[in-house]
């Protein structure tokens, strides 16, 4: 077993603090690296909070890591030492249901091995998380991270970025269509990168008219306040997509009233407490209300190549990992723009 040193919740709403513990040598498909970066992500918050329930403790959290590699199994093929490596939401999965082998792992059907929070696939050994100095994981569930781009602002790419890029993908987003962006966060930052490298005409939806501004520098083409009725009166109808990042309590009916005919509203948010819909929000418009989360591995090794061909990275805030609860505090208040990740080298 491998020392291992990291920042770890000790039981449900109580402070990170440094936490020791061991990771499993490589095995013969492992890798081993050094963590260099790791994005702080809303749902690390959520889950130290134990808000979604289960949750294993003590936990290390972090699912969007960086970092070089140390160490190769005997059978690994793809990376080699001194490579650039990543880990996102999950490190393992069945590896043989429908899913799985359709390249949708994070939908796996026997329930898929989060990079912390969660299980082997043993069913018994607790992951733990990115807030610490390595991590070992098998070579098909690690990706290949590019030397082109600054490596702290890759690191959201593995959880912010792949949540965004894949239903843009999936739901074919690309030139003629009028996509808009609910929400300017670490999600909604990334969504209206890609959406308008996709070729969409953007439109950010938000209550706060200080972030039109932000809005532009990233690239949407327009800025809608949603706290003017007429300002929804006048977009109603106007929309082929909507994709919701928003994780607080939020009117779903309001926003669906923006899509046209046979628009689709795709929730990558995840808000603490179920919503009402009226159906008729549905069915006077054929419209779709959907949900998508991550990527699988084949899918957010190709974003990450999208992203490295573009030059396309997350907005950041670097900061120490003994600032971690500060940072937590601050996102709860939307103060960052727009991924606080840790230096690991700080640990």
Excluded at 10 to 19: E, M, R, V
Excluded at 136 to 143: G, I, K, R, S
Excluded at 219 to 243: M, R, W
């Amino acid at each position: 077993m491998i020392a291992t040193k990291g920042y770890a919740a000790p039981a449900a709403k109580t402070s990170l603090a440094p936490f020791n513990f061991e990771r499993r040598e490589p095995g013969p498909h492992d890798v081993q690296f050094d963590i260099l970066y790791c994005g702080v992500c809303h749902s690390d918050l959520h889950q130290v909070e134990d808000e979604w329930g289960n949750g294993l403790f003590p936990m290390v959290p972090g699912h969007e890591i960086v970092g070089r590699v140390t160490k190769v199994g005997s059978h690994v093929t793809k990376f080699k030492v001194g490579d650039l490596a990543g880990v996102g939401c999950l490190v393992d999965s069945c590896r043989k249901c429908e899913n799985c082998t359709d390249g949708l792992e994070q939908y796996c059907l026997n329930g898929m091995s989060g990079t912390y929070n969660g299980y082997e696939q043993d069913k018994k050994t607790p992951t733990y998380g990115g807030y610490s100095n390595l991590i070992v994981v098998d070579e098909a569930y690690t990706l290949k991270v590019s030397e082109k781009l600054d490596l702290a602002a890759v690191a959201p790419l593995l959880c912010a970025g792949i949540t965004t890029y894949s239903p843009l993908r999936h739901w074919k987003v690309g030139k003629g269509h009028k996509v808009a962006v609910l929400g300017l966060g670490g999600l909604g930052h990334m969504a209206v990168k890609f959406a308008v490298s996709f070729g969409a005409e953007v439109t950010m939806l938000s209550t706060s008219p200080s972030k039109k501004a932000d809005a532009e520098k990233l690239g949407a083409h327009h800025f809608l306040l949603t706290t003017n009725p007429d300002n929804l009166k006048a977009a109603a109808g106007s929309f082929d997509f909507i994709i919701d990042t928003v994780s607080a309590e939020h009117d779903y009916n309001v926003y669906l009233g923006l899509l046209k005919t046979s628009g689709a509203m795709i929730c990558v948010g995840a808000p603490p407490t179920p919503s009402v819909i009226s159906s008729f929000s549905l069915i006077l418009g054929r419209k779709t209300l959907a949900g998508s989360m991550i990527g699988g591995i084949e899918e957010t090794q190709e974003m990450l190549d999208y992203c490295a061909e573009h030059n396309i990275v997350s907005d950041i805030e670097l900061i120490d990992m003994n600032y971690i609860q500060k940072a937590y505090e601050r996102m709860l208040k939307a103060d960052v723009r727009y991924r606080f990740v840790i230096d690991m080298a700080t640990l």
